[in-house]
């Protein structure tokens, strides 16, 4: 059953949102955001391949995460500015152009730009993400973001898994190679197939992004969503940078065990459509204490898991997963409320805050692990949403109710 259609402003005729282009969404989004991951768990097998030193084989992913927050906070924006789907196109383009000479670097310096530049290229994914907000009818808009959003965490929870079966069997750089393909196929299909839509939002481009500041001082609602979900990710990317270590080393886990076990904890991106449905119905304020004190509580089995063998990490995985997701997109659906015109804008400056997150957790590990083992790698985890769920109830809550 489609949706009712919708314009997309300017002189575009109506374009109707229908379930095979919901797919369409959420499928590419996932295929676009895993660019970012395929390096993480393989720079034990690239760095030695371009004669890198450890610490410059740990820039790899550093450098990717850093092209994505520029291209986050320089690119992003111009969704307000620019017709959507040619700068969609653009962005992609040089994606697949990045991976494809990844593929074929043989020297460090090179290979490193190239990975800024996945990074960068890879922002085309938040580009897909308001697009379809513009395109959603009000009464269904969390519904449809929810499914999409499903599809851009199953990228992120599959994409290393993958990547380490295939440079196990076929190499490293076949794993570049291929997505380089895939996003081609991708980029091809959205090309013929999402709607153009032009926004009717008029400035230059420094006067955009100077704008950031003042959606940021103006929209309380962005502010506490933001903080919320910068903490679930800084705990979400804490636990699963950390957990390969510990089921290495306390189980002896092998490269395609772990695979498995980061497969087992996709089962919480089934949280997403549950989400957005409860964001239309106007349960967002339970939605996100259900999804903040989960999350919390989700690090108990993990806490006690000598006990509980692997069983308690998988249980932490899966509920980990599912409140991380419920809450993005419950905070999506609400900031996208806000203000149309500036969709683009708040999109950007909400998922700045959780690669902001995502980094802190991921830069704790090594070190909390080194120093107090996985009991202190958990304990932590477990502050970040408990600090979020307090804030929740003592200042985020009681705003969010008289703001309805």
């Not at 919708?6 to 949102?17: H, S, Y």
């Not at 510990?246 to 189980?251: K, V």
């Not at 498995?260 to 996709?266: D, K, N, P």
């Not at 108990?300 to 997701?325: K, N, Y």
Request: hydrophobic fraction near 55%; glycine fraction near 8%.
């Amino acid at each position: 059953m489609s949706t009712p259609s919708r314009t997309l402003g300017g002189n575009e005729r109506p374009v109707k949102l229908t379930q095979g282009l919901i797919a369409l969404f959420a499928f590419s989004c996932g295929a676009i955001v895993a660019n970012l991951y395929y390096a993480q768990p393989i720079t034990e097998l690239i760095g030695p391949a371009l004669h890198m030193s450890g610490g410059t084989a740990s820039l790899i992913v550093s450098l990717t995460q850093i092209g994505y927050a520029l291209g986050l906070f320089f690119i992003v924006p111009l969704g307000d500015l620019l017709e959507n789907r040619k700068l969609m196109i653009t962005t992609a383009v040089v994606s697949i152009a990045s991976l494809a000479a990844a593929s074929l670097m043989h020297t460090p310096s090179w290979f490193l730009l190239m990975s800024l530049l996945i990074g960068f290229s890879s922002v085309a994914v938040q580009i897909l993400i308001p697009l379809a907000a513009h395109l959603a009818p009000d009464h269904s808009r969390g519904r449809i973001v929810g499914t999409i959003m499903g599809g851009l965490l199953l990228g992120i929870l599959l994409s290393r898994p993958l990547s380490s079966i295939v440079a196990d069997h076929f190499g490293w750089r076949v794993v570049f190679a291929a997505a380089a393909v895939l996003m081609a196929l991708v980029t091809t299909v959205l090309a013929l197939t999402i709607p153009r839509r032009q926004p009717d939002h008029s400035a230059t481009y420094f006067e955009l992004i100077g704008s950031l500041l003042v959606l940021v001082r103006t929209m309380p609602v962005l502010r506490h969503r933001a903080l919320y979900q910068g903490l679930m990710f800084a705990s979400f990317s804490l636990f699963w940078t950390a957990v390969p270590v510990e089921l290495t080393r306390q189980y002896g886990l092998s490269q395609s065990a772990i695979a498995l076990f980061s497969l087992v904890g996709a089962i919480g991106a089934t949280s997403a459509p549950v989400a957005g449905r409860l964001a239309d119905a106007g349960h967002s304020i339970r939605a996100t204490f259900v999804a903040l004190i989960v999350a919390a509580l989700s690090y108990l089995p993990a806490l006690v898991h000598p006990a509980t063998g692997v069983f308690g990490l998988v249980v932490t995985g899966i509920a980990l997963d599912f409140a991380v997701q419920m809450n993005m997109v419950l905070g999506q659906r609400e900031i996208y409320a806000l203000h149309a015109a500036s969709r683009n804008r708040l999109n950007a400056l909400y998922m700045t805050s959780i690669f902001v997150g995502g980094a802190i957790g991921s830069a704790l590990a090594s070190t909390l692990f080194e120093r107090g083992g996985w009991p202190l790698v958990a304990g932590v985890a477990l502050a970040f949403p408990l600090v979020a769920f307090v804030h929740f109830l003592v200042i985020g809550r009681p705003y969010a109710l008289s703001e309805r």
